[in-house]
């Protein structure tokens, strides 16, 4: 055999076994992948059933939260119709009312029979603002406006036109940022101070009318809620929660007539409706919803009302106040 065919058969052997060994190797290396993606992939699963299983929870804590606010809801609701019942089996006499029923149930107790309903709307003033105040307008109808901090967006003659237009004006916060507004008593305090400051610089009017970011029963709050409730008393100031929802609070999409049919729902339970409502750019369902939704409660009966919330409102509150009592 000549070297030179020697040299071929050894290039040849040394190609066979390279083809070989790739033919190995590459399987192995792609099980290796496979196997690390997988791995991965399993990781990844479990933290998305922990991701769900910690949302699940937190749902659950919220429907126990609402519920928790509706019981609440009921009995100051029940207190308020008990003593109206009182009345009518007593005399003619007028009788004071107990500090601990104007705590729970605000001045409205000896009112006529009736169901007053309160719109109110949270967040503003918006780009939509104007559009909600033209309408309550056309309809004479006086609502009211939690609004919050907005002194660089030129919404000052909104502030303005809220009271003049007689509406009422409530605080919803200045920042509207739970982290910083419920981080502390003292950070709490400072936020509504400077809205309270604010408005009345806008408006010549001292707001004495609050509702809580998320609501009294929020669980976002790193403060106990009964501190930032005792502030607001000594402050005289009133908050407000809600007992009737349109359901526009999140930022998955309503429509006017799905608003419109929730708030229908629930008003027929309720003697005092405090309905929340939001004022915000993302809003435009609310809008559009108000005209019909304004002409179906003026519709329910001669003794509905629609009014604006004052220091005679009967106050709806998830969570209520009690001071502490010494021996």
């Excluded at 507004?181 to 309270?196: C, H, K, P, T, V």
């Amino acid at each position: 055999m000549t070297p030179e065919r020697r040299r071929r058969i050894n290039r040849l052997k040394k190609m066979i076994v390279y083809t070989v060994l790739l033919m190995i190797l590459l399987p192995v290396m792609g099980c290796i992948i496979l196997g690390i993606k997988l791995h991965r992939a399993n990781r990844s699963i479990e933290t998305l059933e922990g991701q769900i299983a910690y949302l699940e929870k937190a749902l659950q804590e919220s429907i126990d939260a609402a519920d928790r606010a509706e019981a609440l809801l009921e009995i100051n609701e029940g207190i308020w119709r008990g003593s109206e019942m009182e009345q009518e089996t007593e005399s003619l006499e007028e009788t004071e009312i107990p500090e601990e029923m104007e705590e729970i149930s605000g001045n409205d107790v000896m009112a006529e029979e009736g169901r007053k309903v309160y719109l109110t709307f949270d967040d503003g003033p918006s780009i939509y603002t104007e559009e909600l105040l033209d309408i309550l307008a056309e309809y004479d109808v006086k609502a009211t406006f939690f609004v919050t901090g907005k002194d660089k967006e030129g919404y000052g003659d909104i502030y303005r036109r809220i009271v003049e237009e007689g509406h009422t004006l409530g605080m919803h916060s200045y920042s509207h940022e739970y982290s910083n507004i419920y981080a502390s008593l003292d950070n709490f305090r400072e936020d509504l101070e400077m809205l309270q400051d604010f408005l009345y610089e806008e408006t010549g009017v001292v707001s004495r009318y609050y509702r809580f970011p998320g609501g009294s029963s929020n669980k976002v709050t790193s403060t106990d809620i009964h501190e930032m409730i005792s502030y607001l008393n000594d402050a005289n100031i009133s908050y407000f929660d809600w007992n009737v929802s349109a359901g526009d609070a999140t930022s998955i999409s309503v429509s006017s007539e799905q608003i419109i049919n929730r708030v229908m729902e629930q008003l027929p339970s309720r003697r005092v409706a405090v309905v929340l409502m939001h004022d915000a750019k993302e809003k435009r369902s609310t809008v559009d919803a108000l005209p019909e939704l304004i002409e179906k409660i003026q519709g329910m009966d001669d003794k509905t009302e629609i009014l604006p919330v004052t220091e005679e409102t009967m106050l709806i509150q998830h969570v209520t106040y009690e001071a502490e009592t010494t021996d």
